[in-house]
């Protein structure tokens, strides 16, 4: 086996190999990587792109849910076109319709964000994730660009998401942690 010698390394090809196949559990721990990170920080390509792939469509399916609860309250027709139309959005006998269930869908994208991804630092990026891929959707489904009104109404929603995203994730994160693990405490610190 072929080893290169530093002045305060030695480096073998199969160490550099092992380095790949070795416990997960171990590589990710504080003592063993010697970064003192509380998380993991390796990064992991497929997790994010399953995050992105199940925050999106849970993001349209509580859509669906909010324009068929909110439609039947007020009375309207349930469509597709409430969510990736740009000219539903521009009428006035449905504006209200339409801000009320993008902005609790907003809400439940918070939630989502809270529950799959569990970081405050990727709040931000999983927002702007959710509505650039739902820019995308409208511009192929309408096979042009948004109107004002549109723009305005999703940059709020995912300044909402973003917002209230990071506030669930930052109470989450300072929660305490408990040093007893169920057990009776020893001593009354």
């Known amino acids: 086996?072929?080893?290169?010698?530093?002045?305060?390394?030695?480096?073998?090809?199969?160490?550099?190999?092992?380095?790949?196949?070795?416990?997960?559990?171990?590589?990710?721990?504080?003592?063993?990587?010697?970064?003192?990170?509380?998380?993991?920080?390796?990064?992991?390509?497929?997790?994010?792109?399953?995050?992105?792939?199940?925050?999106?469509?849970?993001?349209?399916?509580?859509?669906?849910?909010?324009i068929t609860i909110i439609s039947y309250v007020v009375g309207t027709s349930r469509s597709l076109d409430i969510i990736f139309e740009f000219k539903e959005l521009s009428k006035v006998n449905s504006e209200k319709f339409v801000i009320a269930v993008f902005a609790l869908n907003a809400l439940s994208?918070?939630?989502?964000?809270?529950?799959?991804?569990?970081?405050?630092?990727?709040?931000?990026?999983?927002?702007?994730?959710?509505?650039?891929?739902?820019?995308?959707?409208?511009?192929?489904y309408n096979r042009t660009f948004p109107t004002p009104f549109w723009w305005l109404l999703n940059a709020s929603c995912a300044a909402i998401t973003c917002i209230c995203a990071e506030f669930l994730c930052m109470r989450t994160e300072l929660n305490t942690i408990p040093v007893n693990s169920g057990q009776t405490p020893k001593v009354d610190l």
Not at 19 to 45: M, Q
Not at 114 to 140: G, N, P, Q
């Open 1 to 66: 086996m072929r080893t290169f010698h530093f002045p305060t390394m030695s480096i073998s090809l199969w160490s550099i190999l092992n380095r790949f196949n070795t416990d997960k559990a171990a590589s990710y721990s504080r003592l063993s990587t010697g970064t003192g990170h509380f998380r993991i920080t390796v990064w992991d390509p497929a997790l994010i792109v399953a995050q992105i792939a199940s925050v999106q469509c849970l993001y349209y399916f509580t859509m669906c849910v909010w």
């Open 109 to 140: 994208g918070a939630t989502f964000i809270w529950r799959i991804v569990e970081r405050y630092r990727l709040c931000l990026d999983f927002s702007c994730t959710i509505h650039t891929i739902h820019l995308a959707a409208c511009i192929w």
